[in-house]
C-alpha cells in the first residue's frame, strides 16, 4: 500500500487524516476541522501538505480549511455540490470523480443524507475509506439535510466494498454507539465482542479507528436494517428496510 495513514485528534472528538505517499512525498489531508494539530504533525515529519479533502461542509470538517491553504498551498478538493458552502474550493467533485493523491487513486462516492452534498473518498488500492460523517464506526450521521431512503441508500453503496476496506470517520464516537446498537442486536456475538474491545481501547485512551467493512457489517445496526432478526427485534417483521433504518435512526437520536 502507497499510502501512509496518520490518524490526527482534532476539537473534542474529530478526526482528521494525512495521508502520506513516501514514495513522491506528496500528502493530503482530510476533514481538517482545525489547523494547529495538522501542522505540527506535518512539521515534525517535514512533510509538504499539498491537498485539503473535505467530505462535506459542517465546521467541524473545514475549519481549517483557510489556515491551511495559507500556510502551504494546497488545494482544496470538496464536494460540487457545497461549493456555496465552502469557500476557496479548487477542485470540485462529484459522483464517479478521481482524485489522485501521489500514486495512490481516490474514488469519489456521492452519499448524502448527513448532508446533501456528501461524498466519500474510497481508495480501492489502499483498502482505505474516507467516509467523514455519513458511516461511523458502530453508527452512522444524523439525517440533517437528507431522508432515511437517501441515508440507506448511501450506507449501501458503503457496504457493498470489501469487507478488508478500512474505515476513517469523521468522529471517535464508538463508544457510544456500541450501547445503542447493544439495545438493537443485545444477541448478536460479534457486537458483544466489539464492544469490548472498544472499551478496552478507550480505557487505553486509544482510538477505536480505523474499523473495518467486514466489521460493520456484521456489527453496526445502520448497514444491519435489512436483516430479519434486526427488523423483529424492532417489531417491524417483514417491513422494508428502510423502515427499519428509520426506526433505527429516530431511536438513537433520542437514545
Known amino acids: 500500500m502507497a499510502l501512509e495513514i496518520r490518524l490526527v485528534p482534532l476539537l473534542c472528538d474529530n478526526y482528521g ?69 465552502i469557500p476557496d474550493v479548487d477542485v ?41 460523517d455519513t458511516l461511523f464506526s458502530l453508527g452512522c450521521g444524523r439525517l440533517f439535510e437528507g431522508t432515511p431512503e437517501e441515508m440507506w441508500r448511501s450506507l449501501g ?16 464516537y464508538t463508544q457510544s454507539n456500541a450501547r445503542f446498537a447493544l439495545t438493537v442486536e443485545p444477541g448478536n456475538p460479534a457486537l458483544e465482542a466489539r464492544a469490548a474491545e472498544i472499551s478496552a481501547l478507550r480505557a487505553a485512551g486509544k482510538p477505536t479507528i480505523p474499523t473495518t467493512m467486514g466489521v460493520e457489517k456484521a456489527t453496526n445496526p445502520f448497514l444491519r436494517a435489512d436483516v430479519a432478526a434486526v427488523q423483529a427485534a424492532l417489531g417491524l417483521a417483514g417491513r422494508t428496510a428502510t423502515d427499519a433504518f428509520a426506526a433505527i435512526r429516530r431511536n438513537k437520536d433520542n437514545f
Open 157 to 172: 453503496k458503503l457496504r457493498a466494498l470489501p469487507d478488508a476496506t478500512r474505515v476513517y470517520c469523521g468522529h471517535e
Open 17 to 85: 487524516y494525512l495521508l502520506h505517499d513516501a514514495g513522491t512525498g506528496d500528502t493530503a489531508v482530510v476533514d481538517p476541522s482545525e489547523a494547529g494539530p495538522v501542522l505540527a504533525v506535518l512539521k515534525a515529519e517535514g512533510w509538504r501538505l499539498g491537498h485539503i479533502l473535505n467530505t462535506h461542509h459542517h465546521p467541524d470538517h473545514i475549519g481549517g480549511n483557510a489556515e491551511l491553504k495559507a500556510a502551504t498551498g494546497a488545494r482544496i478538493a470538496a464536494p460540487r455540490a457545497d461549493l456555496h458552502r
Open 92 to 132: 470540485p467533485l462529484a459522483e464517479g470523480d478521481r482524485y489522485q493523491v501521489g500514486g495512490s487513486e481516490a474514488q469519489v462516492l456521492a452519499v448524502p443524507g448527513h448532508t446533501s452534498g456528501h461524498i466519500a473518498f474510497w481508495f480501492e488500492a489502499d483498502q482505505a475509506l474516507f467516509s467523514g
